[in-house]
């Protein structure tokens, strides 16, 4: 806590200094200061990153550094809508206790083996991924079953069979959804600040193919076995009495589920008909609020983490302002000078950008990657020749490759909450990273040139 007050000082301080002392900054000096102090405050988590949204909102509206429609553009940005949907679906899904259910029963499902159960437990985040849209709502829900099943399966407290299984849980319902696109909060601020400067919006059709064949089903491969070597163990040899069966679905637990089931196959046919993934999200959180047909009262409406979406829409509005105040084109041309792009050269063009995003978000965390450098793939695209497509999508293979768990806050809130310890996710994240990098960046690069994106 100290260290984390310390660097949210030292980034006041930074932006203070280039808003009143860096004369021989050229540009909008105030506009640099305020995106140093939100990305620094994020960065550092020395507030909570609504309150840094909320002051980043007050201080460019009174200092009159952007309109309102720039500031405020992450409110009419249907990526906020698609958050807003999934946070009251996220509700559904813990009120009613289908999560719980779907959960519980792949779990037992898979729980004869301790291979089959590392790998059980990272498949039900995935699974849930594809219809609970928040990550922190994944982990929330899921985490305490992970540590209610190694107890019950007899691993002790601690024991390696416990963190892979904790560990287990919390990659599969944070690191593969990167490849499933209304799953992380950093994939719906890449929509939101795409559209509103590029008039970009990719399809849930369109992000499944391009990314879940090798983010999705190889990375999920690689990562329980990594998950498998560090932490080697076996089955106790008694095994506690599984749960009894399930009884039979609550009608709130049946409506909520053909509400899913028509989300989910509105998403994956948006190619045929055009409807953006948030006016689908938009659609389901209204059918669990309706009378009479949902599954959420008004109480229960409250318990919907508004605080989310002020924070998403603090990044858009950061994302805007890059791009507004022309700083966006600076930092691509500064980028492209470090690594200079050859058109020539499709692979190292899509290593360098890759490798471009994956630094930014080790001083930005992951959902400030798409707002920092969304403004600037234009003039990224330009000088590798690629198609702002391809540009926009690299930085999905950037951000779903944390080197450490500050940079994702569903991760530092495992931490926090005990559920799996520092040391564990130090030494497991950079070693996923490592084979991500060097195995499945190469094979998604193979996979982009037989679609055509490359």
């Known amino acids: 806590m100290i260290a984390r007050r310390i660097g949210g000082a030292l980034v006041v301080l930074a932006a203070a200094a280039i808003a009143f002392l860096g004369t021989g900054i050229e540009g909008d000096r105030t506009a640099l200061a305020l995106v140093v102090l939100a990305i620094?405050?994020?960065?550092?988590?020395?507030?909570?990153?609504?309150?840094?949204?909320?002051?980043?909102?007050?201080?460019?509206?009174?200092?009159?550094?952007?309109?309102?429609?720039?500031?405020?553009?992450?409110?009419?940005?249907?990526?906020?809508?698609?958050?807003?949907?999934?946070?009251?679906?996220?509700?559904?899904?813990?009120?009613?206790?289908?999560?719980?259910?779907?959960?519980?029963?792949?779990?037992?499902?898979?729980?004869?083996?301790?291979?089959?159960?590392?790998?059980?437990?990272?498949?039900?985040?995935?699974?849930?991924?594809?219809?609970?849209?928040?990550?922190?709502?994944?982990?929330?829900?899921?985490?305490?079953?992970?540590?209610?099943?190694?107890?019950?399966?007899?691993?002790?407290?601690?024991?390696?069979?416990?963190?892979?299984?904790?560990?287990?849980?919390?990659?599969?319902?944070?690191?593969?959804?990167?490849s499933i696109l209304p799953a992380n909060v950093p994939n719906v601020v890449l929509m939101g600040v795409a559209e509103d400067i590029h008039g970009y919006v990719p399809r849930y059709g369109e992000w499944l193919l391009l990314h879940f064949p090798v983010l999705g089903l190889l990375k999920a491969a690689a990562v329980g076995g990594i998950v498998l070597l560090f932490f080697p163990d076996r089955m106790p040899p008694r095994v506690a009495t599984a749960d009894e069966p399930p009884g039979k679905l609550s009608p709130a637990e049946w409506r909520l589920s053909l509400i899913l089931a028509l989300a989910l196959a509105g998403w994956v046919t948006d190619f045929a008909h055009g409807i953006s993934p948030a006016w689908?999200?938009?659609?389901?959180?209204?059918?669990?609020?309706?009378?009479?047909?949902?599954?959420?009262?008004?109480?229960?409406f409250?318990?919907?983490?508004?605080?989310?979406?002020?924070?998403?829409?603090?990044?858009?509005?950061?994302?805007?302002?890059?791009?507004?105040?022309?700083?966006?084109?600076?930092?691509?041309?500064?980028?492209?000078?470090?690594?200079?792009?050859?058109?020539?050269?499709?692979?190292?063009?899509?290593?360098?950008?890759?490798?471009?995003?994956?630094?930014?978000?080790?001083?930005?965390?992951?959902?400030?990657?798409?707002?920092?450098m969304t403004p600037f793939a234009e003039?990224?695209?330009?000088?590798?020749?690629?198609?702002?497509?391809?540009?926009l999508m690299l930085q999905v293979l950037s951000f779903s490759t944390p080197l450490l768990a500050y940079q994702a806050p569903p991760l530092a809130v495992a931490i926090q909450l005990g559920w799996v310890s520092l040391a564990d996710m130090t030494k497991l994240m950079p070693a996923v990273a490592a084979v991500t990098v060097v195995v499945l960046f190469p094979l998604d690069y193979l996979w982009w040139r037989l679609l055509g994106l490359i």
């Open 379 to 391: 003039t990224l695209a330009e000088a590798a020749g690629l198609s702002l497509t391809s540009v």
């Open 280 to 300: 689908i999200s938009l659609t389901a959180a209204a059918a669990c609020l309706l009378p009479g047909i949902g599954v959420l009262g008004t109480a229960d």
């Open 302 to 372: 409250g318990k919907v983490n508004f605080a989310s979406l002020v924070y998403v829409a603090g990044i858009l509005g950061v994302g805007t302002l890059i791009a507004e105040s022309g700083w966006g084109a600076r930092l691509g041309e500064a980028l492209i000078a470090i690594a200079p792009l050859d058109p020539a050269r499709p692979f190292g063009n899509f290593a360098a950008i890759t490798g471009m995003g994956m630094g930014v978000g080790l001083g930005v965390t992951l959902p400030g990657v798409p707002a920092v």
């Open 40 to 178: 620094g405050l994020w960065a550092t988590a020395a507030i909570p990153e609504h309150v840094t949204a909320l002051i980043f909102f007050a201080l460019t509206m009174f200092f009159a550094v952007a309109p309102a429609s720039v500031t405020f553009a992450g409110f009419h940005t249907a990526a906020t809508w698609l958050i807003f949907g999934g946070l009251v679906v996220g509700v559904a899904v813990n009120v009613t206790g289908l999560g719980a259910r779907i959960a519980n029963r792949l779990a037992a499902a898979f729980g004869r083996s301790y291979a089959g159960t590392v790998f059980a437990m990272l498949s039900v985040g995935v699974a849930l991924a594809f219809v609970m849209p928040s990550s922190m709502g994944r982990v929330m829900l899921l985490m305490p079953i992970a540590q209610a099943l190694g107890q019950r399966l007899g691993f002790a407290e601690r024991s390696k069979g416990r963190t892979a299984i904790v560990a287990a849980t919390v990659s599969g319902a944070f690191l593969i959804p990167f």
